[in-house]
């Protein structure tokens, strides 16, 4: 034979540059420090992650490359590591040489020699900073959603929000009110009803106007339906395109009206005449019960029908 395969193994498994070669290849920022905290190697993506070429980390301390805090940090870690060799797993804020800042989550464990003694320690720095980013976008979501939540259980108008299933993300009690005394009970059961199926919440009417702005994604649809013997007011609108659609109802058969509203919904009818509209202003502080069958009269010259 022309070689030693035995002697060719050896050599290539014992050659310094191939061990570095086979680092350099991971993708992951790994390093090796010897038992006086001094780097002693380390690869293409710790170079790249510190923003450091391997010749200026190399022979130098963790507190020549790293602030005294990072420094104090690594030194103790690598410390605890070497009294109790094993796995050493922890989370760490890096601040880099160009003065970018990184969440990492550091991998370390002591390496040996032949003779089974620890000469160093070996670890690998895993880059969590967008995963934190992403967890701090979870947590103000979360709390933005927590006090929506508080102000939609303070609103007396009815609320109900679906997602693109037709589940219940979240009602208000005043919604499952209107919709009488079995989805009122429900509530109690489930609070806010969530993950409800909504087509069993809401009249069929109602939920193909939810339907149809959940398919269609048009921002409002808006109708006055009787229902249970109650005049309401329908608002459905998009939350989030094609994904999450809230319906908001009002009782308008309650015996008190804002004025606002009604002159605002008199406003709406293209045909009524001014003489109705100050008609309503006037009854406004006369007769609670005239204004209701004035405002149902004004309603239902909207030609809306249920079965439209």
Partial sequence: MLYDKKSLKNSICDDPEFHQKIIDALPVPIFYRDLNGIYKMCNKAHEKFTGRPKEETIGKSVFELHSKETAEI??????ELLQNPGEQIY????????GTIYYTIINKAVIRDNNNKIIGIVGSINNITELKKTEKRLEKVQETM?????????????????????????????FAKLMGEEIEDLYETIPGL??????????????????????????????????QNKLLHIAVITLYKNRVVGAVIRDMSA?????????????????QNIETVQKIAYLLGENAAETEELLNSIIKSYKYGNNE
């Fill in 255 to 271: 015996p008190m009206l804002e004025r606002d509203e009604i002159v605002h919904r008199a406003q709406r009818i293209n045909k």
């Fill in 91 to 98: 989370e760490n804020r890096v601040k880099n040489s160009d």
């Fill in 74 to 79: 690594y030194a103790n870690q690598d410390k």
């Fill in 146 to 174: 927590e006090v929506s939540s508080h102000m939609l259980h303070k609103i007396s108008a009815g609320i109900i929000m679906v997602d693109k299933e037709f589940k219940v993300i979240d009602s208000n009690k005043s």
């Fill in 194 to 227: 969530k993950s409800a199926d909504a087509r069993v919440l809401v009249p069929d009417t109602v939920f193909k106007m939810i339907s149809n702005i959940m398919t269609s994604g048009e921002n409002l649809l808006e109708r006055d339906l009787e229902i």
